[in-house]
């Protein structure tokens, strides 16, 4: 496979007239339209890599295609430098070139029917070009934000060498990749970014659902705040996984954890494309160094959830329960899978679920207390 870069004055004279060339992009499957406009060849050979493709689209979610394509994309090109991952040239190249058939069919636009000039102009040069300076236009290039997250998560010496991507997960993919990785430069550090991911995995193997606006986004809001205090650098990435573990919980207790408050700017299909950060706030938050660091727990290799956690409120899953039966006075543990739809859920522990320790429940005409709860090991 040939990667080409897109012409720099061919870039400036689309993005100059994309309000009116937006519509080639709707009608043509191939990019044809792109060679015709010029009497010169408007792309440049940048170099010969082996041939792969991209995940398919048909029957996946578009956070799983995104996901995948994160993998498919850093693995293949790895040789690129970051400078040249940071030029508009060669992410225009790859999305008006060899893979335009791919990025049309990836946005709908072979069955999606124009609206605005103005926005849908403006999605076309997000998608296949750069919109914006720096960091901006790659977080949204549709393939360079692939590039740039499999490069921030890709772990070259461990067996599985994309643990700290799934960890992220493909649920509302864009919005975390603009969250995490666009919204905050502490991405760029590895030991935070797998700090954070570790945090994400530990919510994951409970089969806890998190909610990307509820729980997501205000720990990276906290992480962005601590960071204006204190240096979030020489946090190590067991300190940064307690600091997100910490305050997703606060979150999810009801302890107000947002010090920022944001602004969403949506392209026409309701994806995240910006986000404007009004931090005048960010200024009163105070947090001394050794006093945080003196609050965490020891620091240990491994993860110990009760360490983290101490026991659930409630019966989820994940957890280990035992019930006093009263009927005949004796002790039962029911079997409550990993995580929701693993295995069959049986009556008594649906019965059981979202109830606190000393709790009576009845279930198949028997009555059952809770006597404890606690995670799996």
């Known amino acids: 496979m040939k990667l080409y870069f897109m012409k720099q004055s061919v870039i400036d004279d689309l993005k100059a007239n994309m309000k009116t060339l937006h519509p080639n992009y709707f009608k043509y499957s191939t990019n044809e339209w792109i060679y015709d406009r010029y009497d010169f060849e408007p792309f440049e050979f940048f170099m010969e890599i082996p041939d792969f493709e991209l995940y398919p689209i048909e029957n996946h979610s578009a956070g799983e295609v995104e996901l995948q394509n994160c993998k498919i994309l850093y693995e293949n090109l790895k040789r690129i430098s970051e400078s040249q991952a940071s030029d508009e040239r060669l992410w225009a190249g790859l999305c008006n070139g060899v893979f335009y058939e791919y990025v049309r069919k990836r946005w709908k636009y072979p069955t999606t029917p124009l609206k605005n000039p103005e926005s849908d102009a403006s999605a076309i040069i997000s998608r296949f070009f750069f919109s914006g300076g720096g960091r901006g236009g790659m977080f949204r290039n549709t393939l360079s934000k692939c590039w740039w997250v499999g490069e921030s998560t890709y772990t070259a010496e461990q067996s599985n060498r994309w643990l700290m991507l799934d960890s992220i997960g493909p649920e509302d993919f864009a919005t975390k990749v603009s969250d995490i990785f666009y919204s905050n430069t502490f991405a760029a550090n590895p030991d935070i970014m797998r700090g954070i991911c570790k945090g994400l995995k530990f919510y994951r193997d409970k089969g806890i659902s998190l909610q990307v606006k509820e729980n997501i986004r205000p720990t990276m809001q906290y992480l962005n705040a601590l960071g204006g205090s204190v240096l979030l650098d020489m ?108 295995d069959a859920v049986y009556p008594l522990t649906k019965a059981i679920m979202g109830h606190r320790a000393g709790d009576v429940v009845s279930c198949s005409g028997k009555d059952y207390k809770i006597l404890s709860i606690e995670w799996a090991e």
């Open 235 to 342: 946090f190590t990435e067991e300190e940064i996984t307690r600091e997100v573990v910490n305050s997703i919980e606060r979150v999810r207790k009801g302890v107000d954890d947002t010090f920022i408050t944001e602004e969403l700017v949506r392209d026409p299909e309701d994806n995240v494309i910006d986000i404007a950060i009004d931090d005048s706030n960010a200024t009163e938050i105070n947090i001394d160094y050794q006093t945080d660091l003196d609050s965490t727990i020891a620091r240990t290799t491994e993860i110990d959830d009760k360490e983290f956690f101490g026991n659930p409120e409630t019966v989820m899953f994940g957890c280990d329960v035992v019930l006093y039966d009263m009927s005949n006075n004796k002790k039962t543990i029911p079997f409550i899978p990993k995580s929701e739809g693993e």
